[in-house]
């Protein structure tokens, strides 16, 4: 009986124990595999969250100090007014939305640079993560030390003497803000791409990112600049975050008083951003300095 059950042929017609070579086994999105990327970065710079989030949040807001105490006072009462309300309310909210892109731009840029430059990219590229799902990791890991950062500004200049942070119109604060930190994210990514070295990052961040950041009409309204200045500034991506980020607060900014311009700018922005995270996603699935 045993020999007989020995010499039973296989079943040709019994389901393979793997599948065919080539058809995939995760159908859909990979959410487990998404979920555990985004938890990475995000305990990657949680490690060191004093250098990640508490750091920045205290250089950004020396800018806040010494900008109010030279221009406007201390206490924000008896000095100089901007869009009708003392200096330190007005610089404040485009200082938090600064600080957030920044800090969004830093941790892509260091999530995929560091494995190119370590030789551990292949932890990102092999796993079976599409490209899409690989880009919605490292961005939405990036976003949300954005966030912290800004939560960590908002809570810090609150108690500063002369801000005020009542939110005018939330839904602006929202939009602009996440939008401010994607776009910087998806530059981060491409940034990461194309660098081979933190050199090249840095020659991005001083020379592109800084300047677009500190021209946007952060520490002034651009109605105080030449005709043509303002025109260069209107076609900075960066004065868009800004303005429509401090009109939440404020109700006003250099991109209009009523909520139909903004929103023509916040729709702009969105389709801006949607181009550069479809750039970002043809540039990361080519491979592109990625694959030999």
């Keep these: 009986m045993a020999d007989q059950a020995q010499s039973r042929p296989l079943d040709a017609t019994a389901a393979p124990a793997f599948p065919p070579r080539g058809v995939p086994i995760i159908e859909g999105v990979n959410w487990i595999g998404l979920w555990a990327l985004y938890m990475k970065g995000v305990r990657r710079f949680l490690k060191v969250q004093t250098q990640t989030v508490w750091a920045p949040a205290v250089t950004t807001l020396l800018f ?4 109010t105490v030279a221009l406007g006072g201390s206490s924000g009462r008896a000095g ?3 869009l009708g309300v003392p200096f330190a309310t007005f610089v404040a ?3 938090i939305v600064m600080g957030m892109m920044q800090n969004a731009f830093a941790d892509s840029v260091f999530s995929f640079l560091s494995g190119k430059i370590q030789g551990t990219i292949v932890d990102l590229l092999m796993p079976p993560l599409s490209t899409g799902e690989l880009m919605a990791g ?8 954005s966030v912290m950062v800004g939560g960590a500004l908002t809570v810090a200049m609150a108690f500063y003497p002369g801000v005020s942070l009542h939110m005018a119109h939330p839904w602006a604060v929202v939009w602009f803000g996440l ?9 981060g990514l491409m940034t990461s791409i194309w660098a081979e070295k933190f050199d090249h ?3 991005v961040t001083n020379f592109v990112v800084a300047p677009l950041s500190l021209l946007s009409g952060t520490f002034y309204v651009i109605d105080n600049l030449a005709p043509h200045f303002q025109w260069i500034s209107r076609a900075n991506p960066f004065f868009y975050v800004i303005s ?10 250099d991109i209009g008083d ?9 729709i702009g922005l969105g389709a801006f951003v949607l181009a550069l995270g479809i750039a970002a996603y043809a540039l990361l699935k080519s491979g592109w300095k990625l694959k030999s």
């Design 64 to 67: 806040l100090v010494i900008f």
């Design 80 to 82: 100089r007014e901007v």
């Design 93 to 95: 909210p485009g200082l």
């Design 138 to 145: 490292i961005v939405g890991a990036a976003v949300t030390r």
């Design 179 to 187: 939008m401010g930190a994607t776009m910087l994210a998806l530059l």
């Design 201 to 203: 990052a840095a020659a």
């Design 244 to 253: 429509g980020f401090r009109f939440g607060f404020l109700g006003r900014s």
């Design 258 to 266: 009523t909520n139909q311009a903004v929103i023509w700018s916040a």
